[in-house]
């Protein structure tokens, strides 16, 4: 039962661990309604339990007040939960000397339950590891804790929440709308799990920490191939430190001098979108410092209508966002497209040659942090940032010669396959676990235990 509170409220992954899953083939299976409302053979030694049934306590965290200043005690909050982790990139805390409730202060394997969130995110379950040296949680969160005659750890509990099966019930009881919903006690102690026995329910977590720790590790790799583009970004295109076999002197160039501005569609009314022909969108361009041309929109263009066409090499800047340091975001069309347009809220610019300066060059020429600090100076607004073309083009440029740009481009696009095949193999393990967690967690596979 809820407790009440003062809220009330790898294909390289370890191949022979593969080998101990077996197709379920229980003699003694039953068509049991599962959780989730499909049905299936289960095993005879699995259990169907309703929360309310294996729940000892359901916790709301403190009503906290909190602070941006970091002297004070950390609160975990509903953003810091994923599904399955906790992430503490953004976390608040409470103000200076606040009290707080020491019922409220985390342990490593506490499972914590996000009760309130928008309609997507609601419902997300978390373990804690002891991220922090020390925490609380706040009320929007639920801390659970399991009766052990059913429920082996919370690491299990961890995965049944976060299976298909499990979050299709959570997504089932969500109430509210697109941007507030709850989750509320009477109806999540009446969502069901199949709980094999506690030695199984041992094995399988285990199995699935080792997709997580390679998870984990391949994302670790992916932040310091990440960290080392930057750095690389940092030193190479600022000319502080030089390829080998370059000493030319730097030049300076008015951005302007180098080509022109052109708009993006014009006269388009929301009718003419989807069909057509294809063109670049606002977030094409604010993601990518290349044009992804798998991206892009489509639009009707009339056969007399006079729209600007985009070519190779063009560069295309956002004009306006919601804070200065996302406006003016920049990117390089490096595909030969055909019939390919810009969309209205962005320009683009044309260099007259490449002879002074190479697309390949400017897709991290303008991604780089000298480039965006010029930028930010040139964002206007208050509530909304805007940049306009005149100021744009007035930026000062130091470009080396194009063969050192083309060197300089080569060894960032070859950090940037690094880390792509890095990502791929991460999606890999991550699509690896969820078929997984399918299998397992539904009794339709099971494993050997020892």
Known sequence: MMAKTKN??????????MNTITENKSSKSANVENPASDKWEIPSDWQIKKLKDILIEGRLGGNYENAEANNGIPVIKMGNLDRGNIKIDKVLFLPENENYN???????????????????????VAIWNNELPFAVYNSNLMRMKFDGLFVESTSFMNRAFNSYYGLRQLRAIATGTTSVAAIYGRDLESIKFLLPPLPEQTVIAQLLSTWDNAITKTQALIAQKEQRKKWLMQNLLTGKMRLKGFDGEWKEHIFGDLGDTYNGLTGKTKNDFGKGFPFITYMNIFSNSRINIEQVAYVDIGENENQNVSKYGDIYFTVSSETPNEVGMASVLLDEVENLYLNSFCFGFRLFNFETLHPVFAQFLFRNDRFRAAMCLLAQGSTRFNISKSGVKQILL??????????????LQAADKETQ????????????????????????KRLKLN
């Not at 790898?10 to 022979?16: A, G, S, V």
């Not at 080396?400 to 300089?408: D, G, L, N, R």
């Open 398 to 411: 130091t470009l080396p010669s194009v063969k050192e740009q083309t060197a300089i481009a080569q060894v």
């Open 421 to 444: 095949l890095l990502k791929t193999k991460c999606d890999k393990l991550k699509e690896q676990k969820k078929g997984l967690m399918q299998q397992l967690l539904s009794g339709k």
């Open 102 to 124: 020491n019922e409220d202060v985390l342990v490593k394997g506490d499972l914590l339950f996000n009760t309130r969130n928008t309609l997507e995110l609601v419902g997300k």
């Open 8 to 17: 009330s409220q790898n294909q390289d992954l370890h191949d022979e661990k």
